[in-house]
């Protein structure tokens, strides 16, 4: 079982800045891609970033620029700093990990955090 821990969401004015954190906890073996994805209401979920196990990094168009994710292996954690905030990205945002799991046949899992809101203000 991995379980993921999401913290950092808040309500914060146009402009200004935001870090969400996510943790992997359980019986891991290896981490391949951690990200972040977000959902409005009614809408699809929408990668926003995304970090795979050798570094390489993927973002969303609308976040290019503004928003960075990183990851800290030892931690099993993966982080997204978002600067300059605007009000479109008021958006639950939920961390997803894909890995392999510790086992006598290590089997893969992919996991989704419980989401944490974030609320950008005009």
């Known amino acids: 079982q991995v379980q993921l821990v999401e913290s950092g969401g808040d309500l914060v004015q146009a402009g200004g800045s935001l870090r969400l954190s996510c943790v992997a906890s359980?019986?891991?073996?290896?981490?391949?891609?951690m990200g972040w994805y977000r959902q409005a209401p009614g809408k699809q979920r929408e990668l926003v970033a995304s970090?795979?196990?050798?570094?390489?990094?993927n973002y969303a168009d609308s976040v290019k620029g503004r928003f960075t994710v990183s990851r800290d292996n030892a931690k099993n954690a993966v982080y997204l700093q978002m600067n300059s905030l605007v009000p479109d990205d008021t958006d639950v945002y939920y961390c997803?990990?894909?890995?392999?799991?510790?086992?006598?046949?290590?089997?893969?899992?992919?996991?989704w955090g419980q989401g944490t809101q974030v609320t950008v203000s005009s």
């Open positions: 970090c795979s196990s050798d570094g390489s990094t």
């Open positions: 997803h990990v894909r890995g392999s799991i510790e086992a006598r046949i290590p089997r893969p899992f992919n996991v």
């Open positions: 359980g019986s891991i073996r290896s981490i391949n891609t």
